[in-house]
């Protein structure tokens, strides 16, 4: 009777009944994980990109908060001073007449000018997840920064 145990272990090693259960059942959690761990990524870039809009148009704002008086002709013509102060409150106002209600808890981190000419201003505000998993955190602060500079031209 040689072999007898051998045909059994193949014969239990063809056999594939059952198989294709946990199969499906393994791509079927995969693929709902990839789907919502892109949906998550896509929300946080979405969030960020309108964060960074409000960022640009504070800053702009910012470099245009420059008193006339403020005004320094140089040798490549006039050329505005910018001040910390003028700018915060320049984008304080700003974002008080303009509220983005779609972003959650939007505070103005810094605004300032750090060589006079133009003006920087970091903004953030808090994201969260459209479906919160056990891989997604609950959400996060996110920011962003953006610069501007006021030019005669």
Do not use: C
């Not at 079927?28 to 964060?51: C, D, I, M, P, Q």
């Amino acid at each position: 009777m040689s072999g007898g145990p051998a045909k059994r272990m193949r014969r239990a090693l063809a056999a594939d009944e059952g198989s294709t259960l946990p199969l499906i059942a393994f791509f079927t959690f995969l693929g709902l994980l990839v789907v919502l761990l892109v949906t998550a990524a896509t929300s946080l870039y979405l969030e960020r990109k309108r964060l960074f809009t409000v960022a640009d148009g504070a800053a702009l704002v910012g470099a245009e908060s420059f008193e006339l008086g403020s005004v320094q002709l140089g040798p490549g013509g006039p050329r505005p001073v910018l001040h910390d102060g003028a700018i915060a409150s320049a984008v304080s106002e700003y974002l008080a007449g303009n509220p983005a209600p779609d972003l959650t808890g939007l505070t103005v981190e810094r605004a300032f000018s750090a060589d006079g000419l133009s003006a920087t201003v970091t903004v953030s505000a808090y994201w969260r997840p459209p479906v919160v998993t056990l891989f997604v955190p609950d959400g996060l602060r996110v920011e962003a920064t953006a610069t501007a500079r006021s030019v005669f031209g």
